[in-house]
């Protein structure tokens, strides 16, 4: 059975940090994209960041550039995102995701739900002083 499970969210100050992790079962993340996710109140689900499975290239949205890093630890079967410089706007419930069909990611075109087949529950993120 596909699984992920996000967690390491809460509440952190602006300018703060927050790492999140994203551990799979079930499958061996290292062979597929994986991707965050973020959707904040009344907005839609928007694309964060990828990393794809065989040379670990990475995307990032315009807003989180220089400020987020992904990375993946094959041998815990878990991607992380790494959250510094935390803002009011990046508060939102994150979501890792995967699909069987992607291997590289390098560009906005996986960043789109619908390209995912599975999904994590969500962590919250709440950037406030």
């Known amino acids: 059975q596909v699984q992920l499970v996000e967690s390491g969210g809460g509440l952190v100050q602006p300018g703060g940090s927050l790492r999140l992790s994203c551990a799979a079962s079930g499958f061996t993340l290292d062979s597929y994209v994986i991707s965050w996710f973020r959707q904040a109140p009344g907005k839609e689900r928007e694309g964060v960041s990828c990393?794809?499975?065989?040379?670990?290239?990475?995307y990032y949205t315009d807003s989180v550039k220089g400020r987020f890093t992904i990375s993946r630890d094959n041998a815990k079967n878990t991607v992380y995102l790494q959250m510094n410089s935390l803002k009011p706007e990046d508060t939102a419930v994150y979501y890792c995701?995967?699909?069987?069909?992607?291997?590289?990611?390098?560009?906005?075109?996986?960043?789109?739900?619908?390209?995912?087949?599975?999904w994590g529950q969500g962590t919250q993120v709440t950037v406030s002083s």
């Open positions: 995701a995967t699909s069987f069909k992607w291997g590289l990611c390098g560009s906005s075109r996986l960043m789109v739900r619908v390209r995912y087949d599975y």
């Open positions: 990393i794809s499975s065989s040379d670990s290239s990475t």
